[in-house]
């Protein structure tokens, strides 16, 4: 069971240059969600999915964009990206909405 | 929205010894209290969570307890040993896959 895998693992981008970060759960989960972290600043909630063809946005939205058109995946686009916008970014997925998410191994995003 | 405020940000204990890390709320509406633990360049995993009709909860060496009135929740962790070390998070939530996370606690468990 593979459980929660992102893509890629590391990423360097220049100012202005777009890029998907890919998210994919093999655990037949409804939620899937992605969050930033950032030092001294923990994880923060970008966007959540509650199932297929319904997204929303989290804390800090601005700057990303989702969809989700299956259930396994939950990709993360960056339309023009910023050096703010360098961080680890962590896809989740949950089987409740309220209950335990599995977290993926996160991608390392830098933006010069 | 909810604010999740988590201290210490750092914590070292020796072997064997109680750490205890505690997280305070602001949102009244939040009944989900999770505790993650993550190890370095891997992603957060559950370690323990709690509801909010329950005032404690233990797992081993772990344990949560929560204090709805006062709004705030802690992590005990016993008998430490070096592979506690980690960093741990503390989150709420009040439902529809939303988290709000505290700031982190860098555990270090020294032998």
């Known amino acids: 069971n593979a459980g929660v895998t992102q893509t890629p693992k590391f990423q360097v981008l220049k100012t202005g240059q777009s890029m998907t970060l890919q998210c994919a759960q093999d655990?037949?989960?409804?939620?899937m969600s992605w969050y930033r972290q950032d030092p001294g600043m923990g994880l923060r909630l970008i966007h959540y999915?509650?199932?297929?063809?319904?997204?929303d946005q989290g804390e800090v939205p601005n700057g990303y964009n989702v969809s989700r058109s299956t259930t396994e995946d939950f990709p993360l686009r960056l339309l023009s990206a910023a050096p703010s916008q360098t961080s680890v970014y962590f896809c989740?997925?949950?089987?409740?909405?309220?209950?335990?998410?599995?977290f993926g191994e996160g991608s390392r995003l830098t933006v010069l | 929205g909810e604010n999740v405020e988590q201290h210490p940000s750092t914590l070292s204990v020796q072997e064997g010894d109680s750490a205890v890390i505690k997280c305070t709320y602001s949102?009244?509406?939040?009944?989900?209290f999770p505790w993650y633990k993550q190890e370095l360049g891997k992603g957060p995993q559950l370690i323990i969570d709690?509801?909010?009709?329950?005032g404690e909860k233990k797992d081993q060496r772990i344990a949560v307890t929560l204090n709805k009135t006062a709004k705030h929740f802690s992590l005990h962790i016993t008998e430490t040993q070096p592979e506690d070390s980690a960093v741990y998070f503390c989150?709420?939530?009040?439902?529809?896959?939303?988290?709000?996370f505290g700031t982190g606690t860098s555990l270090t468990v020294i032998p």
């Open positions: 999915s509650v199932g297929a063809g319904i997204t």
């Open positions: 989740a997925s949950s089987y409740s909405r309220v209950g335990e998410l599995f």
């Open positions: 989150a709420a939530s009040r439902g529809g896959n939303q988290f709000y």
């Open positions: 949102d009244s509406a939040s009944n989900y």
């Open positions: 709690i509801r909010s009709n329950v």
């Open positions: 655990m037949n989960h409804e939620y």
